[in-house]
């Protein structure tokens, strides 16, 4: 059964690179968009399998995006899985504590990017 | 008369009185009976009469001497002339005339006689005949003269024992004896010796008459060795001897070195007395007050010979004693000078001491009111909080930058309590590290503080305590104003997070599209365009990790990083690393091995402590040749014994290369790879080994390698175990 991920990143080409591998290797429906408020939008307008969220964005970050989610009633049971592109291991954490079902460090391979999460969300190929 | 005057010419003129005067004369019973000497003269001093008495006492007969004068045989040549003077008194009126003569007998004896005289004259006038009637007064008058002797010697006693007592001056007592005792004893020499020991015999005073001083005598005023009394022989030997009386020169119990030395001197008799002192002072207490030799008091008779008496040998004996005490005084007044001289050079001396030591007092003092005044300007000019805290917290010095800090003025903060000072919540966070600090211990921390204006800063504050003779006596406190560089660092942080995140996240892009390029679901690439995307994709994963290690070095070596230690145990972290890193083994065709590490346990940071793990397992792989074994050992180590000293030793192992030694210290350092092409060839950072030297120092651990070039390389790390944390 085919899922349907949304990605929040502000980068573009990010974006570009993680949907080909998500969509070619893991056969999903991928939704993208390029800012936390743009997200929650789309959260609450799609039913989602999961939620990729960039840590760093303007405006409104990671954080402060899965706070949200996680105060709406019709968004937070979606997971969220962190992508970030600070340093290993020190605030894996803290993202962890924030309710955060998985934290990838960028650079990411692409090609494995859906396993990866599929490890974290214990869902089977 | 023919009796009395036998011979007598009978003068014709006045024939009565004449023949009266001989009827008188005649009677040869009055002259005989009388016990006294009986003499006629007749005027020209002729004797006629010489009773028997005189011949009794001179030794000469009537008959003898009749017709000679007295002066001509009688009398001692020095009455000669006088006797003549009192005959021509007599013969002239003069009738009263008492005298003393003194007559030597026959056998060469002296006689002392007094006289009296009666004279005959004829009616004219003239003398006739004179009649002495004498009485023998020579023991009488040698009586007297011994009594007078004794008077004068003991008068001579006295005013010398007198002078010893009241004068100081020994030169002066000294010539002052010998030239009474000359005078009194009518000596012709006499003079005192002294005898120090260790050194020359010399004449201390001396008393010489005219009379002695002829051709011998003048041996006397030569030096030594001339003068044959400074002969150490002569001094010698009386040394041993308590007094010498030596009458006459006869040779009879005198030494023989003696005589030879007195006959020089042509003397005749010698009386010579020890002189006995207390040792000087000087001369070594072991003498204590024992008498001593110190000199001889010695008289000489020259002229004749002598025979000493009693009491002239008593005399000298005593005078001998004075001169002692004489000059146990003077030494005695000499020491105490010495003394006296040597306390004073003393007294002065600590004086000059004292003095140097007031000025010396007086200079530091000065100086260090200068070096009080510098250090106060100095400290004033300081921005920083310089202060003096004593072990009950109160102030002691501080400067000025407390007023500008608190807005009290800062000579109102001496004597207060460091928590009237600063704010309450600042002294609780203070308190311990204070506290700590007056145990003895140097601390170091940072604090956000308040100031009177109310804005925030951050301080660092330095507590050095005051340890004097190992006691605390108080604290130097430093605090300065780090806001700044707090400031400083919080943008670097910033700074580190952006460009991290910017790299990052570039790379992501161009590191995705190549993965998905090479995978070759986008369409086949020839060979050289999948071998190029090959090289990109390898390049920017090695641009992730020296990312991804600049930043780790970065965060660690800034101290950031705060551990959060747990119980680890050893194996499960020696299995992960393996783990971890089993596909770059499989992928090198090298094999990990393990060696079992029991049940230890370690206290760290486990994501660290892997790290650190895989970094030396992937520089292990790397350098080891294909087919290899790469070892994984832990052990436990006890480098003192005591439970704190309790490590576990980590070793990574292999058999590649091997470090050079010259490389050996310097492996740990950032960027330092054994070969410079190693980070381009073997995918390296060269950061890979700082960054484990960080995590293990971090751990209070230590790294080092052994190695032998060619054969390989053991990386050995130790950490605590958790008992000892």
Same mark, same amino acid.
């Given at each position: 059964?085919?899922?349907?991920?949304?990605?929040?990143?502000?980068?573009?080409?990010?974006?570009?690179?993680?949907?080909?591998? $998500?969509?070619?290797?893991?056969?999903?429906?991928?939704?993208?968009?390029?800012?936390?408020?743009?997200?929650?939008?789309?959260?609450?307008?799609?039913?989602?399998?999961?939620?990729?969220?960039?840590?760093?964005?303007?405006?409104?970050?990671?954080?402060?995006?899965?706070?949200?989610?996680?105060?709406?009633?019709?968004?937070?049971?979606?997971?969220?899985?962190?992508?970030?592109?600070?340093?290993?291991?020190?605030?894996?954490?803290?993202?962890?504590? $924030?309710?955060?079902?998985?934290?990838?460090?960028?650079?990411?391979?692409?090609?494995?990017?859906?396993?990866?999460?599929?490890?974290?969300?214990?869902?089977?190929? | 008369?023919?009796?009395?005057?036998?011979?007598?010419?009978?003068?014709?003129?006045?024939?009565?009185?004449?023949?009266?005067?001989?009827?008188?004369?005649?009677?040869?019973?009055?002259?005989?009976?009388?016990?006294?000497?009986?003499?006629?003269?007749?005027?020209?001093?002729?004797?006629?009469?010489?009773?028997?008495?005189?011949?009794? &006492?001179?030794?000469?007969?009537?008959?003898?001497?009749?017709?000679?004068?007295?002066?001509?045989?009688?009398?001692?040549?020095?009455?000669?002339?006088?006797? !003549?003077?009192?005959?021509?008194?007599?013969?002239?009126?003069?009738?009263?005339?008492?005298?003393?003569?003194?007559?030597?007998?026959?056998?060469?004896?002296?006689?002392?006689?007094?006289?009296?005289?009666? &004279?005959?004259?004829?009616?004219?006038?003239?003398?006739?005949?004179?009649?002495?009637?004498?009485?023998?007064?020579?023991?009488? %008058?040698?009586?007297?003269?011994?009594?007078?002797?004794?008077?004068?010697?003991?008068?001579?006693?006295?005013?010398?024992?007198?002078?010893?007592?009241?004068?100081?001056? *020994?030169?002066?007592?000294?010539?002052?004896?010998?030239?009474?005792?000359?005078?009194?004893?009518?000596?012709?020499?006499?003079?005192?010796?002294?005898?120090?020991?260790?050194?020359?015999?010399?004449?201390?005073?001396?008393?010489?008459?005219?009379?002695?001083?002829?051709?011998?005598?003048?041996?006397?005023?030569?030096?030594?060795?001339?003068?044959?009394?400074?002969?150490?022989?002569?001094?010698?030997?009386?040394?041993?001897?308590?007094?010498?009386?030596?009458?006459?020169?006869?040779?009879?119990?005198?030494?023989?070195?003696?005589?030879?030395? *007195? !006959?020089?001197?042509?003397?005749?008799?010698?009386?010579?007395?020890? @002189?006995?002192?207390?040792?000087?002072?000087?001369?070594?207490?072991?003498?204590?007050?024992?008498?001593?030799?110190?000199?001889?008091?010695?008289?000489?008779?020259?002229?004749?010979?002598?025979?000493?008496?009693?009491?002239?040998?008593?005399?000298?004996?005593?005078?001998?004693?004075?001169?002692?005490?004489?000059?146990?005084?003077?030494?005695? +007044?000499?020491?105490?000078?010495?003394?006296?001289?040597?306390?004073?050079? !003393?007294?002065?001396?600590?004086?000059?001491?004292?003095?140097?030591?007031? #000025?010396?007092?007086?200079?530091?003092?000065?100086?260090?009111?200068? /070096?009080?005044?510098?250090?106060?300007?100095?400290?004033?000019?300081?921005?920083?909080?310089?202060?003096?805290?004593?072990?009950?917290? %109160?102030?002691?010095?501080?400067?000025?930058?407390?007023?500008?800090?608190?807005?009290?003025?800062?000579?109102?903060?001496?004597?207060?309590?460091?928590?009237? @000072?600063?704010?309450?919540?600042?002294?609780?966070?203070?308190?311990?590290?204070?506290?700590?600090?007056?145990?003895?211990?140097?601390?170091?921390?940072?604090?956000?503080?308040?100031?009177?204006?109310?804005?925030?800063?951050?301080?660092?504050? /330095?507590?050095?305590?005051?340890?004097?003779?190992?006691?605390?006596?108080?604290?130097?406190?430093?605090?300065?104003? @780090?806001?700044?560089?707090?400031?400083?660092?919080?943008?670097?942080?910033?700074?580190?997070?952006?460009?991290?995140?910017?790299?990052?996240?570039? @790379?992501?892009?161009?590191?995705?599209?190549?993965?998905?390029?090479?995978?070759? %679901?986008?369409?086949?690439?020839?060979?050289?365009?999948?071998?190029?995307?090959?090289?990109?994709?390898?390049?920017?994963? %090695?641009?992730?990790?020296?990312?991804?290690?600049?930043?780790?070095?970065?965060?660690?070596?800034?101290?950031?990083?705060? +551990?959060?230690?747990?119980?680890?145990?050893?194996?499960?972290?020696?299995?992960?690393?393996?783990?971890?890193?089993?596909?770059?083994?499989?992928?090198?065709?090298?094999? +990990?091995?393990?060696?079992?590490?029991?049940?230890?346990?370690?206290?760290?940071?486990?994501?660290?402590?892997?790290?650190?793990?895989?970094?030396?397992?992937?520089?292990?792989?790397?350098?080891?040749?294909?087919?290899?074994?790469?070892?994984?050992?832990?052990?436990? &180590? #006890?480098?003192?014994?005591?439970?704190? #000293?309790?490590?576990?030793?980590?070793?990574?192992?292999?058999?590649?290369?091997?470090?050079?030694? #010259?490389?050996?210290?310097?492996?740990?350092?950032?960027?330092?790879?054994?070969?410079?092409?190693?980070?381009?060839?073997?995918?390296?950072?060269?950061?890979?080994?700082?960054?484990?030297?960080?995590?293990?120092?971090?751990?209070?651990?230590?790294?080092?390698?052994?190695?032998?070039?060619?054969?390989?390389?053991?990386?050995?790390?130790?950490?605590?175990?958790?008992?000892?944390?």
């Amino acid at each position: 059964m085919s899922k349907q991920i949304l990605m929040i990143d502000d980068e573009s080409d990010i974006q570009t690179v993680a949907c080909m591998g $998500l969509t070619m290797m893991g056969g999903w429906q991928v939704l993208t968009a390029s800012s936390g408020k743009e997200g929650i939008a789309q959260a609450k307008a799609h039913a989602l399998d999961a939620i990729l969220l960039d840590v760093m964005m303007p405006d409104m970050d990671g954080v402060a995006t899965l706070k949200a989610l996680k105060a709406d009633a019709s968004t937070q049971a979606i997971p969220i899985i962190f992508l970030t592109a600070k340093s290993r291991a020190i605030n894996r954490k803290e993202l962890y504590a $924030l309710g955060a079902q998985g934290v990838i460090h960028k650079p990411f391979d692409p090609t494995t990017l859906a396993s990866q999460i599929s490890g974290f969300l214990g869902w089977k190929d | 008369m023919s009796a009395l005057l036998p011979n007598a010419p009978m003068t014709s003129s006045g024939a009565t009185s004449q023949n009266t005067h001989e009827a008188i004369l005649d009677t040869e019973t009055l002259l005989n009976v009388a016990g006294s000497l009986i003499v006629v003269f007749d005027r020209q001093g002729k004797i006629k009469r010489f009773n028997r008495t005189c011949e009794t &006492v001179t030794g000469y007969t009537e008959l003898a001497v009749q017709g000679h004068c007295v002066w001509d045989f009688l009398l001692i040549p020095e009455e000669r002339t006088a006797m !003549k003077g009192i005959f021509h008194q007599l013969t002239h009126g003069q009738t009263n005339t008492y005298y003393e003569s003194t007559w030597v007998g026959k056998a060469g004896e002296t006689h002392v006689i007094a006289w009296s005289n009666t &004279v005959l004259a004829n009616p004219l006038g003239r003398v006739d005949f004179i009649i002495s009637s004498g009485i023998e007064v020579t023991e009488q %008058r040698r009586s007297r003269r011994q009594l007078e002797g004794q008077y004068r010697q003991s008068h001579l006693l006295v005013e010398i024992t007198q002078k010893v007592r009241e004068s100081l001056e *020994l030169k002066e007592i000294l010539q002052t004896t010998v030239s009474e005792v000359q005078a009194l004893l009518g000596c012709d020499h006499v003079f005192i010796l002294q005898a120090p020991p260790n050194s020359l015999v010399h004449l201390a005073a001396e008393a010489i008459t005219d009379f002695a001083q002829g051709p011998a005598q003048s041996l006397l005023s030569r030096p030594w060795p001339a003068n044959p009394l400074l002969q150490p022989s002569y001094v010698d030997h009386y040394r041993r001897q308590s007094i010498s009386v030596i009458d006459a020169m006869d040779g009879s119990g005198v030494a023989p070195e003696i005589v030879a030395i *007195l !006959k020089q001197l042509a003397v005749k008799s010698e009386l010579a007395v020890p @002189i006995l002192a207390h040792a000087h002072p000087d001369e070594g207490a072991e003498n204590g007050h024992k008498d001593n030799f110190w000199g001889l008091l010695i008289a000489h008779h020259c002229t004749q010979s002598r025979r000493w008496s009693p009491l002239e040998i008593d005399l000298m004996q005593q005078l001998a004693n004075q001169i002692g005490v004489a000059i146990n005084h003077a030494q005695l +007044l000499e020491h105490l000078e010495d003394i006296v001289i040597e306390r004073t050079a !003393k007294l002065t001396k600590t004086n000059q001491q004292l003095r140097r030591e007031m #000025d010396e007092r007086l200079r530091t003092e000065s100086a260090l009111r200068r /070096s009080e005044k510098q250090l106060r300007l100095i400290t004033n000019a300081l921005p920083a909080l310089v202060a003096y805290i004593d072990i009950h917290h %109160r102030y002691r010095f501080n400067n000025y930058a407390y007023e500008t800090w608190y807005d009290i003025p800062y000579q109102k903060i001496k004597g207060r309590q460091v928590s009237d @000072i600063v704010s309450l919540e600042v002294y609780q966070q203070m308190l311990p590290y204070l506290e700590e600090a007056l145990t003895g211990e140097k601390v170091t921390f940072e604090l956000e503080m308040i100031q009177s204006s109310g804005e925030r800063l951050w301080a660092s504050i /330095s507590y050095i305590p005051d340890i004097q003779e190992g006691r605390v006596k108080g604290i130097f406190s430093l605090v300065s104003d @780090i806001s700044d560089r707090k400031a400083a660092e919080h943008m670097k942080d910033e700074f580190v997070s952006v460009v991290s995140h910017e790299l990052r996240t570039t @790379i992501t892009s161009v590191q995705g599209s190549l993965t998905h390029l090479a995978t070759g %679901r986008l369409g086949d690439l020839n060979p050289q365009g999948q071998e190029l995307v090959d090289i990109a994709l390898k390049n920017t994963e %090695r641009l992730t990790r020296l990312i991804n290690d600049v930043l780790d070095l970065e965060r660690m070596s800034s101290g950031k990083v705060r +551990l959060t230690p747990v119980v680890c145990p050893v194996p499960d972290l020696l299995h992960s690393a393996a783990e971890a890193m089993g596909a770059m083994a499989n992928e090198y065709n090298i094999k +990990l091995a393990i060696k079992p590490a029991d049940a230890l346990q370690v206290y760290a940071e486990p994501d660290q402590l892997m790290q650190a793990l895989t970094n030396l397992l992937s520089n292990a792989i790397k350098f080891s040749p294909k087919g290899a074994t790469v070892w994984m050992q832990a052990r436990p &180590v #006890d480098s003192g014994g005591e439970p704190a #000293d309790k490590r576990v030793e980590f070793s990574v192992k292999d058999v590649g290369r091997g470090i050079p030694s #010259d490389k050996l210290e310097t492996i740990f350092e950032r960027f330092q790879q054994v070969d410079t092409s190693d980070a381009r060839e073997r995918g390296g950072t060269g950061l890979g080994l700082a960054i484990c030297r960080e995590i293990i120092q971090q751990h209070q651990g230590r790294i080092w390698v052994k190695s032998i070039h060619g054969k390989g390389s053991t990386f050995y790390f130790t950490l605590p175990q958790p008992a000892s944390l």
